[in-house]
């Protein structure tokens, strides 16, 4: 069996990846991208049956998010002891090891061109897992994310495919993951565009929206085609609730600007001891615990009675004010749970006790109390992610109702901006990874750049050859017209020169030596006359981006592309000028 895999990977696998090495390689991404949401949905099955699980098994009346019904001392032991499991496991892990979660995607795609390990995503699996078994404050989204994009980079490494094409599979994987999750295809597909690659391209929708699709009847196989949440017919009453829903839209924007700002002043003490961060997150999520039992775990038991109608006002309130400070102060420091699930479940409560209270203002006008708490999901959403397209059509998918279009549009575009433009806050995630330090560059010349591998434009009309020739193997050499000369030194190739620059001086040789002069018996091309360029190399797999930084660190005037094809033995295939580069760039452009 080994030997038939090598077999079809020797003769198969190189020409998939010459193929998609450049931005149109569009049929090959496509079935990527539907493989990445097959295994991106296997791989969220398990994660969800992980966490549903022994929930059932351990929650009063096998409800896997039942942690109301707990007793008060385990309500309040389970997430102490839970952040003392996850505190010391994270402690026992090197620094890089302990990043998870969309922001670690991000990180990865911008600095690392979506390189993610499998070790990373086994940390998310089990700390995505234990941080709500435990009952802390979290979500499964965000690792979920994690999980998708890392499975689907570790399909790209395996098949040793470009990083232009690796950072398209961790886009799928990112897709697949929020569609299987919600149910919500659309909404995973603008996730990955608009949240995580903030970029959208025609080459890329593709890819994405085939993992998205199937990564969601994955899931449909095994929990139905019903969306996360049972949602009962919804309409706008009257065009006069229209000032209401503005208000509302100034709340959710200013409890989002808080939940930021929030996660960002908790984010400041990262460089304490990590089993010290996670063990003040469980003390501070005891009393919450046993106060607010319904900020525990995921909630979204809550989110369907907000929904419903089934909670009052006080309840509304209290369980959104409690849910939006203890995840903002434990997300900030470092308890490794996702965000997406909180969210809604903030602008569900807060939503739905605002519709509670226009309610009692105009009774016969106001609208049902579950259209608010969804108008409250989708611009909360909108409002932390800024990522109102990704908000809208999340409400719109969960709820299949167009009535729900104008209202929505109206309120999600207001939070957004009020959070963004009044309290200055910037997406969540960018925030996040402003206090780590980092920035995620995003510049329509950055984005081009990283869309295509230098194996897209390389010249392979190169040959390699020795320092030191005789006149007679400088004419063979010359035979096989190539264009470029690589030129072998003790460590591999040193400069590179024009072939014709050789043919040139042969020519001039054969001048001299009819006019009289001794013929040379030895010719160095390091020491002729020509246009040499010093070399550096750059992988196969590295995108335009990479080969530009690359030329800066080193100062070279051409790159030789270059891949490990067996033990300390590396091949050349091409070689790569800043020129080319920069006219391939405008080429695209025009």
Request: overall charge neutral.
């Amino acid at each position: 069996m080994q030997t038939l895999w090598q077999t079809l990977s020797a003769r198969y696998l190189p020409g998939l990846r010459r193929r998609l090495t450049g931005v149109d390689a569009l049929p090959k991404l496509a079935a990527m991208g539907l493989l990445s949401g097959i295994v991106t949905g296997a791989v969220i099955l398990l994660f969800r049956l992980a966490i549903e699980w022994p929930l059932e098994q351990f929650l009063p009346g096998r409800n896997s998010e039942n942690f109301e019904q707990l007793d008060l001392l385990t309500r309040g032991l389970l997430p102490l002891l839970g952040a003392g499991v996850l505190g010391l496991l994270l402690h026992r892990l090197a620094i890089h090891d302990r990043k998870v979660g969309v922001v670690h995607v991000m990180e990865r795609l911008n600095y690392h061109q979506g390189y993610l390990s499998l070790k990373g995503a086994l940390v998310q699996f089990v700390t995505g897992v234990g941080t709500v078994i435990t009952g802390q404050s979290a979500g499964r989204e965000g690792p979920a994310v994690h999980l998708g994009a890392a499975f689907s980079s570790l399909l790209g490494q395996w098949l040793r495919l470009p990083n232009n094409s690796i950072r398209t599979l961790v886009a799928c994987g990112c897709a697949a993951a929020i569609s299987a999750s919600f149910n919500t295809p659309i909404s995973g597909v603008l996730f990955a565009m608009e949240v995580v690659m903030m970029e959208y391209t025609i080459a890329g929708f593709t890819p994405i929206i085939l993992a998205a699709v199937s990564a969601a009847i994955v899931t449909q196989a095994a929990y139905g085609p019903e969306p996360a949440f049972t949602v009962p017919p919804l309409v706008l009453n009257s065009l006069g609730e229209v000032p209401w829903i503005l208000l509302i839209a100034v709340v959710i924007g200013v409890a989002a600007a808080l939940f930021i700002q929030l996660v960002d002043l908790a984010g400041r003490h990262s460089h304490r001891p990590v089993l010290l961060r996670i063990g003040v997150c469980g003390l501070l999520m005891v009393p919450f615990a046993l106060l607010v039992p319904q900020t525990m775990g995921i909630g979204y038991d809550t989110v369907s009675a907000a929904i419903i109608g089934d909670l009052g006002f006080w309840v509304l309130i209290s369980v959104g004010i409690s849910k939006l400070l203890i995840t903002s102060i434990t997300i900030g420091l470092g308890m490794p749970s996702g965000v997406i699930g909180p969210t809604l479940f903030m602008g569900a409560t807060l939503g739905g006790a605002m519709g509670l209270v226009g309610a009692q203002l105009s009774p016969d006008y106001a609208s049902s109390v579950g259209l608010y708490a969804l108008l409250g999901m989708g611009a909360m959403m909108g409002a932390v992610l800024q990522a109102p397209l990704t908000a809208l059509i999340t409400v719109l998918e969960l709820t299949r109702n167009p009535n729900i279009i104008l209202p929505a549009m109206l309120i999600i575009t207001t939070a957004t901006l009020l959070t963004s433009e009044v309290f200055g806050k910037r997406s969540l995630f960018l925030t996040i990874l402003k206090n780590q330090g980092l920035s995620y560059q995003n510049s329509p010349v950055i984005q081009a750049l990283r869309r295509v591998s230098v194996g897209a434009i390389m010249d392979k009309n190169i040959l390699r050859t020795e320092r030191l020739l005789t006149p007679g193997e400088a004419r063979n050499v010359l035979s096989s017209g190539p264009k470029w000369l690589l030129v072998d030194g003790s460590n591999g190739p040193t400069a590179l020169l024009p072939a014709v620059d050789l043919a040139r001086y042969l020519e001039d040789s054969e001048t001299a030596t009819k006019e009289g002069e001794p013929a040379p018996e030895e010719i160095d091309l390091i020491q002729i006359p020509a246009n040499r360029r010093d070399l550096a190399p750059v992988q196969y797999q590295a995108t335009l981006e990479e080969a530009l930084n690359a030329f800066e660190s080193s100062n070279a005037e051409a790159l030789y592309v270059q891949r490990h094809v067996a033990p300390m033995i590396q091949r050349v295939y091409g070689v790569v000028l800043k020129s080319d580069i920069e006219s391939y760039y405008q080429y695209r452009r025009s």
